[in-house]
């Protein structure tokens, strides 16, 4: 059973930024598609960000493309979202999120994903 912990989440100021991780414990992630979700108050867990297990080309949801970045380190069973030029609109609580079946069609939609961390805080003051 695989457990992903974030972390890296805070309160920062517009156009400050933030890097978040997210580690696995109890197996390995090499073989896993992993993503980033994000859901804020009131709102529905949105896609953020997604990257398959060859760590080549990721996808982004529109409002993050251009200002987050996310990578992987499959020897250190991590994943990184790099959050620049934050905006207010970015607060929301971020989920790392993982699965080994994913396909290109049901990348960004949680639904599909089998394993979820308990979230990390991001808040963005104007």
């Known amino acids: 059973q695989v457990q992903l912990v974030e972390s890296g989440g805070g309160l920062v100021q517009t156009g400050d930024s933030l890097r978040l991780s997210c580690t696995a414990a109890?197996?390995?992630?090499?073989?896993?598609?992993m993503a980033w979700f994000r859901q804020g108050p009131g709102k529905e867990r949105d896609f953020v960000a997604a990257i398959f297990r060859t760590g080549y080309n990721p996808y982004y949801s529109n409002s993050v493309k251009g200002r987050f970045t996310m990578s992987r380190d499959n020897a250190k069973n991590t994943v990184y979202l790099q959050m620049d030029s934050l905006k207010p609109e970015d607060t929301a609580v971020y989920y790392c999120a993982a699965d080994s079946r994913i396909i290109l069609s049901s990348l960004r939609t949680a639904e599909h994903y089998d394993y979820w961390g308990q979230g990390t805080q991001v808040t963005v003051s104007s």
């Open positions: 109890g197996g390995t992630i090499s073989r896993t598609t």
